[in-house]
């Protein structure tokens, strides 16, 4: 009998959202439940961070031992240099939105999910009552949810340093750029931010990266 499971990825380490949405298939690392997880199960892929599920997969092949499967999305080197066992997925359906963590915690049935309780694995098991929760709540009608307004005010200011570094500099900011600008230039949520004013913070913060 196919079993079902959560797959979990952190953001840190992989782009899990921007993965699932651009690879018809994906290599997992299966580091628990080794012999249990088999061809034919059903994976729910997992982004922590709060994000929830982002997508439901099929494994398509028994996990086999390889080195470390990188990929485009891989965003840092987990340190394993050892051989690990990988499950083959193919992406079914993508959730837009995700079922979130809240949503999760919220749901009587959800909030005993073992990655809520044990964050730190990679392999989860879903019990049948589970698996039929999270398929009950993502067939309901559900939006984004809206962020609140700290996050909207940042992720506006991020959306014109981008724009104000690219004219001050004639080249993408680093992360770290970003970083000391909103560190070091946060601005007040109040005030209107424009262009100008974040292309002089901008060349402040080049000038401290010199």
Known sequence: MAGAWIFQGNPRYY???GAVRALPSIAWVVRQYKRQIEAGDTAYIWE???TGVVARAIVTGDPVLAFDQTDAFTRQFDGVTAPELFAPLTIVEVFDPPLSRAECRAD???????????PNATNYPLMPEQEAAIKALLGEPRRAAEPPPTDRYRLAFLAGAIEAWREANGSEPSEGVLERILTRYPGDPAETINVSTLRERCEMTSRLEM
Not at 108 to 118: G, K, M
């Open 48 to 50: 922590t961070g709060g």
């Open 15 to 17: 782009d899990v959202a």
């Open 108 to 118: 009587p049935v959800l909030e005993t999910l073992r990655n809520l309780a044990f």
